[in-house]
């Protein structure tokens, strides 16, 4: 596998205004984001609101501008291409190969548009063709993705949600990426809808070789879907590892109480949890000292909230979390094949 | 102690409801078509299905919070309280005084949106003191003590001072809570929760969730859970009714349901949904073939019938009737009362 992403030291701030007399102050949407993505991989981004799982991808596309740090593409061709260090007009032709998916089938399509020339609009931008060989194309990726030929003439308004987000994943698809960044591409679909696009997405990546970073809340989906898991909260990177690790036995807290808190579809594994009040998400302007963690963590200590513990190999593993303790701790994961509370 | 007495008489029975919506320029819609629903104190039934199937419409009916252009034709919801007498709602008159007094006071409800079914221009404590003095009659310091108490009770730390914020003050976690200490405040008898952890990040999610849990132990209240989400129902359900464009389809108690079940569309969601499992016992997920027909294309016999891979004869022209499978588990589907000489033909 070769490495087809690579994202270096990564921070993205924003200024907030501190009003007529106030101070400016400074908010860390992403602090410090090292990450890459191998090629034919599928890599999960995971997260609650606010933990700066979009901002990341984002700012991977450069659809927004990053504060410091480098992320870097390196093409099947060969060569290295800061994306980052590029101007709007230099990176127009890598758009072609990382292409991006979002969440609201809803909101993302032009409402005055027909999905015909929704999907066609990608070829003409890039000047990729026209005329009957544009039509073919378009015609043949929409097919692909299950909206019949006859539709395409059609505005999205005549389409059901699962139908748009078809439409959607084949205006990505049809410059031929390579990677493909999926923002929460399946969370607004009802689940049967939801099942066939997730069928979609894996038929579609096995047909193509594409790569996709897949950014969900949903760990029931990523599960399913992802080769390896990113946990992100408030910005930082909590833990790095193949899906299976992850879920088998988590190295970082935060990523134990995200699985704790998951509902399973099955009354005989009910959790039965007792209400631990463990708080909320602090605001992002707010952060703690030390691990970003440290307020809501059941396992904090003294020097959790002076030293901000930084991500690295698990006894040289694949897997990699950012918790000074994260060795000594014996964390839960969420593949618990016995029952674990005997129904009255 | 739970404050109402528990017992196994139902405090709320829907029966053969039906619920049409007119358009003056379309035909009729029947959103409902018949739905047959029980709660009973202390338990909690989870409705569930996929949007546009009537979940939320039915809840609303029962507080007859229904928009003008939808009415309830046929059917009652009997509301039997124990200690006065049963009422069906929908013989009351529209904002008549005896719904009002039901409405908020022995039946309330949480609604998704804690941002949009606040008053953003009150203070939650003035939003709860409200329902104390308009139901019961309290001066405003009583009421405040009391509310003061709730907000304590469904875990807003800080509740004195909270009770003078205003919604966009919280976070999402501590409206959805305040929202509930509003639902409560009148100990009602009966809760509807219309997707009320929806909106929520997960943590948040199952923090809501034992709170609500941990209140019915307290309370005793039956409660009626609106949920698309079937990890949520094995978590809080102790009955689960599944709809399907206006159809409960099937209906029983969590563990049958989610062991056993019947009604080829629940056994469809059950298998849309990825498992959790490594990645040696990963099975590609089966969804349902095509997508849920417009009202006005349902099939006149079972709704299901276009979707359906075991869709024979009857299915598309005949209802079926709704068959007891176990204990209290019923599900309406052909294939269940279809004879053993014609599954051999």
């Given amino acids: 596998m070769s490495t087809l992403l690579s994202v270096e030291h990564l921070s993205k701030h924003y200024t907030l205004s501190g009003g007529l007399f106030g101070k400016e102050r400074r908010l860390d949407a992403l602090t410090d984001i090292n990450l890459t993505v191998e090629a034919g991989e599928t890599l999960a981004i995971v997260g609650e609101s606010g933990c700066g799982k979009t901002t990341l991808g984002r700012c991977i596309i450069a659809a927004q501008s990053s504060s410091e740090g480098r992320v870097v593409y390196h093409p099947k061709s060969g060569g290295d291409v800061e994306l980052t260090a590029l101007s709007k007009r230099e990176i127009k032709p890598w758009r072609k190969d990382i292409r991006m998916i979002f969440q609201d089938p809803m909101s993302s399509l032009n409402p005055n548009m027909r999905v015909f020339d929704i999907v066609a609009e990608p070829l003409r931008i890039h000047k990729i063709c026209k005329g009957r060989e544009l039509e073919e194309r378009v015609i043949s990726t929409l097919e692909k993705v299950g909206i019949p030929a006859e539709a395409v003439g059609r505005y999205p308004h005549a389409f059901s949600g699962g139908q748009r987000q078809r439409i959607g994943i084949a205006r990505a698809l049809v410059l031929d990426p390579k990677l493909v960044i999926a923002d929460e591409a399946v969370s607004a679909l009802d689940v049967s809808i939801q099942a066939q696009v997730l069928n979609l997405l894996e038929d579609l990546k096995a047909e193509f070789g594409l790569t996709y970073i897949f950014i969900s809340h949903d760990l029931g989906v990523v599960n399913y879907i992802a080769d390896r898991v990113v946990v992100m909260y408030l910005g930082h990177v909590v833990e790095n590892a193949p899906t299976e690790l992850l879920f088998e036995r988590p190295r970082h807290p935060y990523t134990e109480l995200l699985l704790e808190a998951l509902p399973i579809a099955d009354p005989l594994r009910r959790k039965g949890r007792k209400t631990e009040a463990r708080g909320e998400i602090p605001y992002l302007g707010n952060r703690p000292v030390g691990c970003p963690f440290n307020t809501r963590c059941k396992y904090a200590e003294d020097r959790c909230r002076t030293e901000k513990p930084a991500l690295r190999s698990i006894h040289g593993s694949a897997q990699e979390a950012a918790c000074h303790f994260a060795e000594q701790l014996s964390l839960k994961g969420a593949y618990d094949d016995a029952p674990t509370k005997e129904f009255a | 102690m739970p404050l109402i007495p528990m017992g196994d008489k139902p405090i709320l029975s829907i029966s053969d409801m039906s619920i049409v919506f007119s358009s003056p320029d379309e035909a009729d819609i029947e959103a409902v078509r018949q739905v047959d629903l029980t709660l009973t104190p ?212 969590v563990f049958d349901v989610f062991a056993a079940p019947k009604h080829p569309y629940t056994q469809a969601l059950m298998s849309s949904i990825p498992k959790m499992a490594r990645k040696a016992d990963r099975v590609r997920l089966s969804p349902i073939k095509g997508t849920v027909p417009a009202p006005r294309d349902r099939p006149q016999g079972c709704a299901f019938t276009s979707r359906c891979p075991y869709a024979f004869e009857p299915c598309a022209t005949i209802r079926p009737e709704r068959t007891a499978i176990g204990d209290n588990h019923h599900a309406r589907c052909h294939l269940l009362t279809r004879q053993p000489a014609e599954a051999a033909a």
């Fill in chain 2, 42 to 253: 202390g338990k909690t039934l989870a409705l569930v299905g996929e949007s546009g199937c009537g979940k939320s419409v039915t809840a609303r009916a029962v507080l007859r919070l229904l928009d003008k252009n939808a009415d309830i034709q046929r059917g009652s919801i009997i509301f039997a309280p124990g200690d006065a007498e049963a009422t069906d709602i929908v013989q009351l008159r529209q904002d008549s005084l005896p719904l009002r007094a039901i409405r908020g006071n022995q039946i309330s409800m949480i609604f998704q949106e804690p941002m949009s079914s606040l008053s953003p221009v009150h203070t939650i404590g003035d939003q709860i003191d409200e329902m104390m003095v308009i139901h019961e009659g309290l001066k405003p310091k009583q009421a405040r003590e009391r509310t003061v108490a709730l907000l304590d009770q469904v875990g807003i730390p800080g509740a004195r001072e909270r009770a003078d914020a205003y919604p966009f003050q919280l976070s999402g976690g501590l409206r959805q809570r305040a929202m509930i200490a509003m639902a409560l405040a009148c100990t009602p008898k009966v809760l509807i929760a219309d997707e009320p952890t929806t909106a929520l990040d997960v943590t948040t999610q199952a923090q809501i969730l034992d709170l609500l849990r941990q209140l019915q132990a307290d309370f005793g209240m039956a409660m009626l859970f609106i949920t698309h989400d079937l990890g949520v129902v094995a978590e809080i359900a102790d009955e689960v009714a599944v709809m399907y464009l206006g159809d409960v389809v099937e209906q029983g108690s």
